[in-house]
């Protein structure tokens, strides 16, 4: 019972949280794809966020249910979920108040956006995919379900992967140079390359 109360609040505050940004950056006046989005991404989206749903609200309202979907974990293993899913609202809470009116859910640029390089994007260029992975990693491990671990995980794996090379073409389009200077010096979704780069700044020895 503990750690579904876990579960329902760390999804519970996602929700609103992506509900306070999206209504201040006025999402829900605009389309929900643009035309930039591959429809076939939309469908497979749609395929898996299914199942992913299902088991969720299977999870928080009927845990009794559908026992072929639950594994058996140590219970540090939960804990560890439990802390990384809420260290990822923490990051995705971070990641929003940088973006602020540029937070957009599908691939879009619009005339008034800034490229974003403060917060967490002084180290990683796409630091919510990132906070997601980890979420749904941790809703695995706190449920104990891997159909909700499978399928968050395809969803998001599917963003780190195709979206993500549709949607830095976009950026060098809009923002040339300057973003592909950006690019060289920040790393995708560990700040690994940043921290080399800072520290060959702070020490010319540094290679």
């Known amino acids: 019972m503990g750690y579904r109360v876990v579960f329902i609040c760390l999804f519970c505050s996602l929700t609103a949280l992506r509900f306070h940004y999206k209504l201040r950056a006025g999402l829900f006046r605009e389309r929900l794809f643009s035309k930039e989005e591959n429809a ?17 609200v299977q999870y928080c309202f009927l845990p009794g249910r559908m026992a072929f979907s ?25 990641v929003h ?33 990132a906070a997601y992975f980890v979420l749904f990693l941790s809703a695995f491990l706190i449920a104990e379900n891997w159909i909700i671990g499978a399928s968050g995980t395809a969803i998001i794996g599917m963003l780190m992967t195709v979206r993500l090379k549709r949607e830095e073409d976009i950026l060098i389009q809009r923002f040339g140079r300057r973003y592909l200077d950006y ?19 702070d020490d010319p020895d540094v290679s």
């Open 70 to 94: 639950y594994v058996s974990l140590p219970a540090w293993a939960r804990f560890l979920g439990a802390v990384t899913g809420g260290l990822s609202l923490l990051l995705l809470m971070w």
């Open 97 to 129: 108040r940088s973006l602020g009116a540029n937070f957009s859910t599908s691939i879009f640029v619009r005339p008034g956006h800034r490229m974003i390089d403060t917060g967490p994007y002084r180290w990683i260029r796409h630091p919510m995919y």
């Open 183 to 201: 690019r060289r010096t920040t790393g995708r979704f560990l700040p690994w390359r940043a921290l080399r780069v800072h520290a060959s700044f």
């Open 40 to 56: 076939a991404f939309v469908v497979y989206r749609a395929v898996l966020g299914t199942p992913l749903l299902a088991a969720t």
